[in-house]
């Protein structure tokens, strides 16, 4: 089946420090990813679109310049937070679609804490 | 009107007890449906999906769409403690790369 690995799963950074996460398609070429957001006891919330080999679409009110987006290759998107702070801590998610069905796979989650 | 609407519960039932959950929708483009099981800090697993009306089963999960009354529903029989989850549904108009729309989750529990 589809598998979608998210590193890391867990991370603590100091406030005004980046964070990079990354979102990798282990079984299937994906071209287009989607990054997500999650509050406790929320839905998701997408951030961004991710297109292999050009710039991301980020959804209204989400900054570009903070969430930096990099799809460089058909099974790798990353996803920096940079100058983080704690308003940012969140759970973010990234999701692809393929591996033989049209169904979404997600990632595990990375759970930010900024201190 | 949200686009999709889900109640977010909780849900609390007696192990075995046969669980019906539901999304209502009100975008009749869609037409892609999916549920997804999210355990706490976990990314959402994938469930079902079903493409238009109709049924489809899946061991003791049966997803149901009603187009018609733009509704859908995970139904889940004998369910376990381990079903205790956040199931989200999520749909979309098309099958090619477009971000699904997401209901807010309804949160089960299933108490031994």
């Known amino acids: 089946g589809a598998v979608v690995s998210q590193h890391p799963s867990w991370v603590i950074c100091k406030s005004g420090t980046s964070v990079k996460i990354e979102c990798r398609s282990l079984?299937?070429?994906?071209?287009?990813m989607f990054w997500y957001r999650q509050f406790p006891k929320q839905s998701l919330m997408l951030m961004a679109t991710?297109?292999?080999?050009?710039?991301?679409?980020?959804e209204q009110g989400v900054e570009k310049d903070k969430f930096l987006i990099n799809h460089a290759s058909l099974t790798l998107s990353t996803l920096t937070v940079t100058s983080a702070h704690p308003e940012d801590s969140s759970f973010y998610i990234c999701?692809?679609?393929?591996?033989?069905?049209?169904?979404?796979?997600f990632g595990s989650g990375t759970r930010l804490t900024v201190v | 009107q949200k686009e999709v609407e889900q109640d977010p519960g909780p849900l609390s039932v007696p192990e075995g007890a046969i669980v019906s959950l539901n999304c209502t929708y009100s975008?009749?483009?869609?037409?892609?449906f999916m549920w997804y099981r999210q355990y706490s800090r976990k990314g959402p697993e994938l469930l079902m999906y079903?493409?238009?009306?109709g049924n489809k089963e899946d061991g003791r999960f049966t997803a149901q769409v009603d187009k018609s009354s733009k509704y859908i529903s995970l139904f889940i029989r004998d369910s376990q403690p381990s079903d205790s989850a956040t199931y989200l549904c999520?749909?979309?108009?098309?099958?090619?790369?477009?971000?699904?729309?997401f209901g807010k989750g309804t949160r089960l529990s299933v108490i031994a």
């Open positions: 999520a749909m979309s108009a098309n099958s090619g790369n477009t971000p699904l729309v």
């Open positions: 991710s297109n292999e080999g050009s710039k991301a679409t980020y």
């Open positions: 079903t493409y238009s009306s």
């Open positions: 999701s692809a679609r393929g591996g033989g069905h049209w169904g979404y796979t």
């Open positions: 975008n009749s483009a869609f037409q892609y």
């Open positions: 079984d299937f070429q994906a071209t287009t």
